[in-house]
């Protein structure tokens, strides 16, 4: 079972101080899209620090701001309603970015931004100084987070349906399925659910 959020819920929980290189990546279905519809958000609360993997119109985008500059890649492919669908961010350095649809519709940014290593996981929603926003509309599930830069092969691999546990396992920082309870399969720690409910889960080939 997945995740159903309304665009009000979100799940958190603290992580390891984090910066580039990392990975995002989760599989969402949206009831609709238009605006922003956030996936995975990190950042530290009381800032305009973050990153966030987000659905801006129909496309992914993989944004970082230090409150300065926000540098985005987005993808040059869009979602459809009511499917599922894998978004992925790669984050390699301050000056490079990456987003990716299911696994393909690469879109690319060097811009700069001096985010300060980011301290707290949002699943649907991103981090606003002290507050959440951006909510999905629709189901979230097999979120992940690798503290690498992963491959073009390895993005379009996760975006078949393979487990995040079987792509560079070694890597993974976070993991959280949303497979019937709220457990970080990684990394031991709390997660704070705001709402939520239990909704089919996308297809996900498991070791």
Sequence with gaps: MARSFNGAEYIQRTIPALSPPFTLAGWFKANSLGGNRAVVGLGISGTYHRH?????????????????NGPAATSSTTA?????????GVWTTSTSRAAYLNGG???????????AGVTTAAIGAIIFLSSFGEGMDGDIGETAIWTVALTDEEVAT????VSPTLVRPQ????????????????????L???????????????P
Excluded: Q
């Design 192 to 206: 704070t659910p705001l709402g939520t409910t239990i909704t089919p889960h996308s297809r996900i080939i498991l």
């Design 105 to 115: 519709g690469k879109g690319t940014n060097s811009g700069f931004s001096n985010t």
């Design 52 to 68: 966030d993997l987000t659905i801006v119109g129909s496309a992914v985008r993989s944004i970082s701001t230090d409150g300065t």
């Design 80 to 88: 459809t309603v009511g499917t599922w669908n894998h978004a992925a």
């Design 158 to 161: 996760l975006a078949r349906g």
């Design 171 to 190: 890597s993974l920082l976070y993991y959280v399925p949303l497979v019937r309870d709220l457990k970080d399969h990684k990394t031991p720690g709390l």
